[in-house]
């Protein structure tokens, strides 16, 4: 049986399939590895792997040679970025030419000038590790104080263990270095490791980074957290005395370090203290090796004794219940591709050809190459640059080599090179490959490189988080207790106090507009308040017989105000702002799947006045007043696009105390822009845009003042902002 005239790996693998079904009627106990076999020797070749060989070399080999090409004519910055990921294609055919490239790449990116340079040789980790994990050592060492988590070694270890690199990712866990150990990654990584003295080697070494990173502070991959979890997987890996020597001195570090406020949970369990929270995580190996510690803590503390009576181990993920393994190698398993924020089933985004996922694609590069705000990154890290690769990836593993007619809808000839480059990739059965993003900057990618490059900034003070609230030792009640602050503010220039649990709430030194402002969700300036109360500051305090949902707590806080003093809302004519667009709006529309709400960001500025800038009190509340050790109102979902949007324009920073909106990168209605806008301002901002559309709002300036910014804003946008004077809704508080 001879090949078709042009072979396709796709049409090879049905036909596999179809006849595995054939083979199964007389055995069935037949493989697709048998099915595959057969195939391959039908069509004259010894085994299935040369027959992929032959078809990956008629397919690839000229998009190879073409991207190779094009590759020796592009400017210096795309050489270098295609080089490298060429050489990983061309190591999956032929490993010396992989490594032959793999080193014209590298010496084609020592060449650029800084900030390139640093940006290519970022992303030539990973590719390097894939290649010869030897030099992608080699490459981090080049790559100075990278600022993601555990440095440019941890997606490469990620990327050779994909690869095939196994052994090596466990050699480097066993020797990494401390001040960039990542315990996420060493998780996994020791699982695979063929012995047990390499797995005992990379636990001590994990050991000696986490009090390395302790005694110094430093915690750049995942914090004390990870390794307590870590700890808590592995100690059984440890001769016991010294697993319980290691534990002793873990709860000697959290017991003598400042308890902080935090957010934290397990399942249902539900923690504001930090010091509780490692304790429940240590609680395994606590129960075994030290029963009596163990007990006298649950004894002292109650958020950890709550969550022991429903997790007595701590946080231990149950092992899973032995299955019997059922054949899978011939059961076809779903594939998506990410669009935004929504996963598109493949046969879904095949059938249309790509459609949505080319406008998305299609629509960051028309963002990418704006020639007044364009992204001056290399091309290699443009959004719209992935959103292609990924597109000719998914379009490769399913339609083979017709999907080569996808790079045609590709305007750019750099980022179909990339593109062409990720196909070959696919074709050649290589895992999909992730990648850094640059977005542009508040003043583009070189300049933000220069002044971070420029700037010899002292490290600040290691951050001391505030300890948790205690709940008040006073006669449980449903009433709300409401009297003058007892504390000296003026000594503590934190600025309110204060934190709340699962049966109480405590807030304290606080004015009373911003409290109104989050306990009715409304904004600073649309709360009447008197001089003769606004700068008074007030304990509020809520202690109640037993826990109660967030509802109940806000609608108790809420009448506890109201008793305490006259809240109405009134309809009064006011001086504000309008917000019009005579000329509409110069701003693409925003597709509900270009991106998800918790990728928006806005930036302000506040007051230093010669120091270190305050925090704003709206900011320090919207801590305070997060019930999250109340369980929420069941309709509610952390991860619903409208709790998130919800949350993001929740804070009311106040212009009172000094802080403005200076820049604004998120998708946003004319609505919500003007409440965002005037969450730093000192007036209402009324929406007569006649806009009804969400729009990708862009737009950053070095304004001091969020008016400042709204004349950006607009020369930005083609929007107007007049005076005038409008009748607006607000709350009047009085004294009774």
């Known amino acids: 049986m001879n090949l078709p005239e042009h072979p396709d790996l796709d049409w090879l693998r049905k036909q596999a399939k179809r006849l595995l079904r054939e083979l199964r009627e007389t055995n069935p106990g037949a493989r697709l590895a048998d099915a595959q076999f057969d195939l391959a020797r039908r069509h004259g070749f010894s085994s299935w792997r040369a027959l992929?060989?032959?078809?990956?070399?008629?397919?690839?080999?000229?998009?190879?040679?073409?991207?190779?090409?094009?590759?020796?004519?592009?400017?210096?910055?795309?050489?270098?970025?295609?080089?490298?990921?060429?050489?990983?294609?061309?190591?999956?055919?032929?490993?010396?030419?992989?490594?032959?490239?793999?080193?014209?790449?590298?010496?084609?990116?020592?060449?650029?000038?800084?900030?390139?340079?640093?940006?290519i040789l970022g992303e030539a980790v990973s590719l390097a590790a894939v290649v010869s994990p030897a030099r992608a050592l080699e490459v981090a060492s080049l790559v100075a104080d990278d600022e993601r988590p555990g440095g440019v070694m941890t997606k490469a270890l990620h990327d050779m263990m994909s690869h095939g690199h196994e052994a090596a990712a466990v050699e480097y866990m066993a020797h990494a270095p401390t001040d960039s150990f990542d315990f996420l990654l060493a998780r996994s990584v020791v699982g695979r490791a063929e012995d047990e003295?390499?797995?005992?080697?990379?636990?001590?070494r994990a050991i000696a980074a986490a009090r390395a990173q302790a005694d110094r502070g430093v915690s750049r991959s995942g914090g004390p957290h990870d390794f307590l979890r870590f700890f808590s997987e592995t100690w059984r890996l440890l001769p016991l005395e010294e697993a319980r020597e290691v534990l002793r001195d873990l709860v000697d570090r959290t017991l003598a370090a400042p308890d902080g406020r935090m957010r934290a949970g397990w399942n249902d369990a539900r923690f504001s203290s930090s010091r509780e929270f490692q304790l429940f995580q240590l609680f395994a190996p606590l129960r075994q090796l030290l029963p009596e510690l163990a007990a006298r803590l649950s004894g002292e503390y109650r958020q950890l004794a709550d969550a022991l009576e429903r997790y007595p181990d701590g946080a231990v993920i149950p092992a899973p219940s032995p299955v019997a393994p059922q054949p899978q190698d011939d059961v076809e398993q779903p594939d998506y591709i990410l669009i935004g924020s929504r996963l598109i089933p493949i046969p879904d985004a095949v059938r249309s050809g790509f459609g949505e996922p080319f406008e998305v694609a299609l629509r960051r590069y028309a963002a990418d190459s704006d020639v007044r705000r364009p992204n001056d990154a290399p091309q290699e890290c443009w959004p719209s640059a992935y959103e292609f690769r990924n597109i000719l990836f998914k379009a490769g593993q399913h339609e083979g080599r017709a999907a080569a007619r996808h790079l045609d809808r590709i305007p750019d000839p750099n980022l179909r090179l990339f593109a062409q480059i990720e196909l070959a990739a696919a074709l050649v059965g290589l895992p999909q490959m992730g990648g850094r993003t640059i977005e542009p900057g508040p003043a583009g990618f070189r300049a933000s490189m220069a002044k971070r490059a420029a700037a010899s900034v002292p490290a600040p003070p290691p951050f001391v988080p505030p300890p948790p609230a205690r709940k008040p030792d006073i006669t449980p009640s449903y009433d709300v207790q409401i009297a003058p602050t007892r504390h000296s503010f003026v000594n503590d220039p934190r600025g309110p106090g204060g934190g709340s649990g699962p049966d109480f709430w405590v807030i304290e030194a606080a004015t009373l507009r911003p409290v109104i402002a989050r306990l009715w969700g409304v904004l600073d300036s649309r709360i009447d308040v008197p001089n003769s109360i606004a700068g008074r500051r007030y304990d509020f305090t809520l202690v109640l017989p037993r826990p109660e949902s967030r509802e109940t707590m806000l609608r108790l806080m809420r009448e506890g105000v109201e008793k305490h003093f006259r809240v109405t809302r009134e309809t009064l004519s006011m001086e504000v702002d309008v917000l019009t667009a005579p000329r509409g709006i110069d701003a693409p529309e925003t597709h509900a799947n270009d991106r998800s709400v918790g990728g928006g960001s806005l930036s302000f500025i506040t007051p230093s006045f010669g120091g270190p800038p305050a925090r704003p009190e709206g900011l320090i509340l919207d801590d305070i007043m997060d019930l999250h050790m109340a369980p929420p109102p069941p309709e509610s979902s952390p991860g619903d696009a409208p709790v998130a949007m919800n949350l993001f324009l929740q804070p009311s920073f106040g212009a009172n105390f000094g802080v403005a909106i200076n820049s604004i990168s998120q998708s946003l209605t004319m609505e919500q822009l003007c409440r965002v806008l005037e969450s730093g301002h000192d007036r209402p901002i009324v929406d007569e845009t006649a806009l009804t559309?969400?729009?990708?709002?862009?737009?950053?300036?070095?304004?001091?003042?969020?008016?400042?910014?709204?004349?950006?804003?607009?020369?930005?946008?083609?929007?107007?902002?007049?005076?005038?004077?409008?009748?607006?809704?607000?709350?009047?508080?009085?004294?009774?």
């Open 197 to 204: 003295a390499t797995r005992v080697a990379i636990v001590r």
């Open 52 to 119: 992929k060989a032959h078809v990956d070399a008629l397919t690839v080999d000229p998009l190879v040679a073409a991207s190779l090409e094009q590759a020796d004519r592009s400017e210096p910055t795309v050489k270098a970025a295609a080089l490298l990921h060429l050489a990983r294609v061309l190591n999956a055919l032929d490993r010396a030419k992989g490594e032959q490239v793999l080193s014209r790449g590298l010496a084609a990116a020592a060449a650029l000038r800084e900030p390139e340079r640093s940006a």
């Open 693 to 736: 559309a969400a729009y990708d709002i862009n737009v950053h300036s070095e304004a001091l003042s969020t008016r400042e910014f709204m004349a950006v804003l607009c020369d930005a946008l083609r929007l107007r902002v007049i005076p005038g004077r409008r009748d607006v809704e607000i709350l009047l508080v009085r004294e009774r």
